[in-house]
């Protein structure tokens, strides 16, 4: 039975030898040589150092192409266009599959035709090599972003690569993102590779982890995201990583979302131990963006307002082409400035907004509740919580597609457009909080002169991307 223990050296061995032949690049990989190669990165390359000692939220766009020198120039546009703060590595969906094989045939076809025929960058069969290629030429930190439920000999790659930040969780990059792995497989997998993250930061480089926020990225309940964001926290502190970015995804009403940045640090210091460093990452809106370019940057405007507010460590930027797919390098740099632009001019302003410290409080609640259930599901125990909360629904996740969640929990927008539970199945919550939930939507159902029903989950999905934040019926009320 899975728990939430720490790997023994023998066994993280083990595992490393057995994982890093599934790939040939995997021979490539020295723990000892990967130590004296990250030493001898310059500060302003250390992830963690960076982030924790910013004073204003810094900013990281998405991007991931397959060539090594196109992610490079990519990267060097972000950065120096784009003025990107942090770099990202998105990471192609073959690897995210563990399925090298096509990756390699991607890589291949993209080095002959120029095309990108990948929609990242195939980090495994680049290999240690490419990866510190990447490193050496960009001269500022870089994350690996992905979304793999078995990301174990990406990280030893990359690890050994010289990337100092590691996104994901087994929770994140499970409910959200699969049916083919259960949850009870992919914390085994993650906990090795929090514990690889472990190992080198006992050496001396802190490798950053970042757990995925927004989970489902539509109307997600913010003492959920933090719930499974606490969780995952303490699963990377028990394998040793003392760096790590509890993330948030916006919901679109700044009260709330303020609120909500403001617990998950709060909550994230008081559930982690004292000796993990916690930042936090607001990621911009990750539903539906209108397919206006102009009503986009509106969007991404509303994000940086909020990030001004809130002050987050970091935050996680969109371009004004999301409607469309993979952006543009230019529209990906122009989503960075616009956010950029917004923060700096909003965060010397003294703003006090009424409702967000009853906002928080609320959040709170609710997240203790959660926390609550999952230790009692588990006698204390994390791992096992988690696993029977998810199985009983005491904890769940909206819209997701993993058979590991449920999926009964629905969310709706009040009348103020903030995110409530309209079905709460069976998550564990109590009784007063869920009376304040169902009066705040009855107020929304009044005010639209009709009943409470899916039909408002079914149009808040799409609000925003019709240029709105509420899903209102349509002609007069």
Excluded at 16 to 43: C, M, N
Excluded at 203 to 221: A, W
Aim: charged letters at 30%; hydrophobic letters at 35%; proline letters at 5%.
């Amino acid at each position: 039975m899975i728990r939430d223990e720490r790997i023994p050296a023998d066994e993280l061995r083990r595992i490393d030898e057995e994982i890093r032949s599934d790939w040939e690049t995997g021979a490539d990989v020295d723990f000892e040589e990967a130590i004296e190669y990250h030493e001898s990165l310059p500060d302003r390359k250390r992830f963690a150092d960076v982030l924790e000692s910013a004073d204003k939220p810094l900013l990281q766009p998405r991007a991931g192409v397959p060539r090594l020198d196109d992610q490079i120039e990519l990267s060097k546009y972000l950065h120096e266009e784009g003025q990107a703060d942090l770099i990202p590595t998105t990471i192609d969906s073959y690897t995210r599959d563990n399925e090298y094989e096509k990756a390699q045939q991607g890589l291949e076809k993209a080095r002959e035709t120029g095309d990108d025929t990948l929609n990242g960058f195939p980090a495994v069969n680049h290999g240690v090599d490419g990866c510190r290629k990447l490193i050496d030429a960009v001269d500022a930190p870089i994350e690996v972003r992905h979304g793999t439920p078995d990301a174990r000999l990406l990280a030893a790659i990359t690890f050994a690569g010289g990337f100092q930040s590691f996104e994901g969780g087994p929770i994140s990059y499970n409910i959200p993102y699969t049916k083919r792995h259960g949850l009870e497989e992919t914390i085994e997998r993650w906990q090795f590779v929090d514990r690889l993250a472990g190992a080198y930061t006992e050496r001396g480089i802190r490798i950053n982890r970042e757990p995925f926020g927004p989970l489902t990225g539509t109307l997600v309940p913010p003492s959920i995201a933090i719930a499974i964001m606490i969780v995952e926290g303490q699963l990377a502190a028990t394998q040793g990583v003392r760096s790590i970015t509890l993330g948030y995804g916006q919901v679109g009403n700044v009260v709330q979302d303020v609120a909500a940045l403001n617990a998950l640090k709060k909550l994230g210091n008081e559930y982690l131990p004292d000796e993990v460093v916690v930042t936090t990452v607001f990621h911009e809106w990750m539903g539906g963006f209108p397919p206006d370019e102009a009503r986009a940057n509106g969007v991404i405007s509303l994000g940086g307002m909020t990030a001004a507010i809130a002050q987050p460590d970091k935050v996680i930027t969109k371009s004004p082409q999301e409607f469309q797919g993979v952006p543009t390098k230019e529209a990906n740099a122009s989503g960075l400035r616009t956010t950029r632009q917004v923060i700096d001019m909003a965060i010397e302003q003294k703003i006090d907004i009424d409702g967000i410290e009853e906002e928080q409080d609320l959040i709170e609640r609710e997240t203790r509740c959660l926390m609550d259930t999952i230790f009692t599901h588990g006698d204390g125990d994390v791992v096992q919580g988690t696993l029977k909360a998810f199985d009983s629904g005491a904890l769940d996740v909206p819209f997701a597609p993993s058979d590991s969640a449920r999926g009964a929990v629905l969310p709706a927008r009040d009348d103020d457009g903030r995110v409530r539970i309209f079905e709460w199945a069976d998550l564990d919550m109590d009784d007063d909080i869920k009376e304040i939930h169902k009066a705040r939507l009855s107020q929304r159902a009044d005010t639209e002169g009709r009943k409470q029903s899916f039909r408002m989950v079914a149009d808040d999905v799409d609000a925003i991307s019709d240029g709105k934040l509420i899903g209102r019926p349509q002609g007069d009320v």
